[in-house]
């Protein structure tokens, strides 16, 4: 069962900076590997698929990379929607998910 | 307009059982990857289980392997989740999603060609299982 850890548990930043976020796995994965975002009180919301693809709707300042047991989510100037929690997940017979990102406002 | 709405939910006491559902909107679940997802208060995201495409293949959870049922009525466009023996830590938010997936079983196993992810989610359903 591949495991994966997201850090840091809770990133505080200011709007306009840039955020990056780490999701690590147990074992070395496929590109299979997507990102969500989730709003206090909200369902999550797909943000990027197979590593690296934007889903739709997504704004550009959201990229994925990565590859192996070390994936990123960078989010390139942040603005205040952007505050709230990301999870990692991969895709392979099951399904897994990170613990998850806070980002905050600093 | 795609939609996936969840009910069903409700206070139960351990050791009962509940049965949740998921009805879809705007698609067609027959052929369609779909899952259930949890949320325990204050807590990250955590697969439950899934229901395949055309196949119909399930897959559960460690956690609810045996003590929960993932299926569907496709005339009514629904996924549903049967719950068993209910423990406190089963306490969560329960969501279903469909899942933009494409690969084929061999031997039990799902050999993906592609994953766009988890792409439409329902606002939720709440179980609480409390004495």
């Known amino acids: 069962e591949t495991v994966l850890t997201q850090s840091p548990a809770t990133l505080s930043l200011s709007p306009g900076e840039r955020a990056t976020l780490s999701c690590r796995a147990s074992q070395s994965l496929t590109k299979f590997l997507a990102w969500y975002q989730q709003r206090p009180g909200q369902a999550p919301r797909l943000l990027i698929y197979?590593?690296?693809n934007r889903a739709t709707g997504v704004p550009a300042r959201f990229s994925g990379s990565g590859s192996g047991t070390d994936f990123t989510l960078t989010i390139s100037s942040l603005e205040p929607e952007d505050f709230a929690v990301y999870y990692c997940q991969h895709r392979d017979n099951w399904l897994s998910f990170g613990g998850g990102t806070r980002l905050e406002i600093k | 307009q795609v939609h996936l709405v969840e009910s069903g939910g409700d206070l139960v006491k351990p050791g009962g059982s509940l049965r949740l559902s998921c009805a879809a909107s705007g698609f067609d679940i027959s052929d369609t990857y779909m899952a259930w997802i949890r949320q325990r208060p204050g807590k990250g995201l955590e697969w439950v289980a899934y229901i395949s495409g055309i196949e119909s293949v399930t897959f559960y959870a460690d956690s609810v392997e045996g003590r929960f049922t993932i299926s569907r009525d496709n005339a009514k466009n629904s996924l549903y989740l049967h719950m068993t023996s209910l423990r406190a830590e089963d306490t969560a938010v329960y969501f279903c999603?469909?899942?933009?997936?494409?690969?084929?079983?061999?031997?039990?196993?799902?050999?993906?060609?592609?994953?766009?992810?988890?792409?439409?989610w329902g606002q939720g359903t709440t179980v609480i299982v409390s004495s």
């Open positions: 999603a469909r899942e933009d997936t494409d690969g084929y079983f061999e031997k039990g196993y799902l050999y993906l060609h592609s994953y766009k992810g988890l792409d439409v």
């Open positions: 197979e590593t690296s």
